[in-house]
């Protein structure tokens, strides 16, 4: 696609703008490492654009906060101070779902996530953010903690211009074949291969 012009021109009745502004499923998926970060990326420039950002963090312990929640936390600060940017809500599994009430333990992991994947589903219903990252959320589906069908059936018919990206390895096929953009991220090297554990600003 050089220049960013598209390789076909469907016949599908709609004009450049219409098409162009349809709002995507994205799966960043496979063995490579940047996943997550392409898609917190993907949320800064959304924010840039005035989108509201909300995140839902799967698996990843609630006691456990990484580089990218802090910017996009003080990104929607910096939002309700000035009016730059859009707004943005982060949740992560457990007792980071902020309309929960538990405690705060890791127990249940799979009503956790089923208990997420409702709350994703009203806000779609609601219309909630612009864009969604559904960060990990592979590993739900690929273990049977969230039903794959209801995941595709609910992200296809969803309303308005709500952007969708969900990272992970091992995507299901049948969300794979919903998405509109699919990446796959392919490992070459990684210093992990060599006794080199993860560092302060390139993991976290």
Same mark, same amino acid.
């Given at each position: 696609?050089?220049?960013? *012009? #598209?390789?076909?021109?469907p016949?599908?009745? +709609? /004009?450049?703008?219409?098409?162009?502004?349809?709002?995507?499923?994205?799966?960043h998926?496979?063995?490579?490492? %940047?996943?997550?970060?392409?898609?917190? %990326?993907?949320?800064?420039?959304?924010?840039?654009?005035?989108?509201?950002?909300? *995140?839902?963090?799967? $698996?990843?312990?609630?006691?456990?906060?990484?580089?990218?929640?802090?910017? +996009?936390?003080? +990104?929607?600060?910096?939002?309700?101070?000035? %009016?730059?940017?859009? #707004? $943005? /809500?982060?949740?992560?599994?457990?007792?980071?779902?902020?309309?929960?009430?538990?405690?705060?333990?890791?127990?249940?992991?799979?009503?956790?996530?089923?208990?997420?994947?409702?709350?994703?589903?009203?806000?779609?219903?609601?219309e909630?953010?612009?864009?969604?990252?559904?960060?990990?959320? /592979?590993?739900?589906?690929?273990?049977?903690w969230?039903?794959?069908?209801? $995941?595709?059936?609910?992200?296809?018919?969803r #309303?308005?211009?709500?952007?969708?990206?969900?990272?992970?390895?091992?995507?299901?096929?049948? +969300? $794979?074949?919903?998405?509109?953009?699919?990446?796959?991220? %392919?490992?070459?090297?990684? #210093?992990?291969?060599?006794?080199?554990?993860?560092?302060?600003?390139?993991?976290?």
């Amino acid at each position: 696609m050089p220049k960013g *012009v #598209p390789t076909t021109v469907p016949d599908d009745g +709609l /004009t450049t703008r219409e098409r162009r502004n349809r709002p995507l499923i994205m799966v960043h998926t496979g063995p490579g490492k %940047g996943k997550s970060t392409a898609a917190f %990326g993907l949320a800064m420039r959304g924010w840039n654009q005035g989108f509201s950002i909300g *995140v839902f963090q799967f $698996v990843k312990s609630a006691k456990w906060r990484i580089g990218e929640q802090t910017v +996009l936390e003080r +990104l929607g600060e910096l939002h309700e101070e000035t %009016g730059e940017g859009g #707004p $943005v /809500t982060w949740h992560k599994m457990g007792s980071g779902w902020s309309w929960s009430r538990k405690a705060g333990t890791d127990e249940d992991h799979a009503a956790d996530a089923a208990e997420g994947w409702q709350e994703i589903k009203r806000a779609l219903a609601e219309e909630r953010h612009d864009l969604y990252v559904l960060d990990e959320f /592979t590993y739900p589906m690929k273990w049977g903690w969230v039903d794959v069908d209801d $995941v595709v059936s609910t992200l296809v018919n969803r #309303p308005g211009r709500q952007h969708v990206v969900i990272t992970g390895r091992h995507a299901d096929p049948r +969300l $794979v074949e919903a998405a509109n953009l699919v990446t796959e991220m %392919g490992q070459v090297k990684h #210093p992990m291969e060599v006794g080199q554990k993860g560092q302060r600003g390139i993991e976290w």
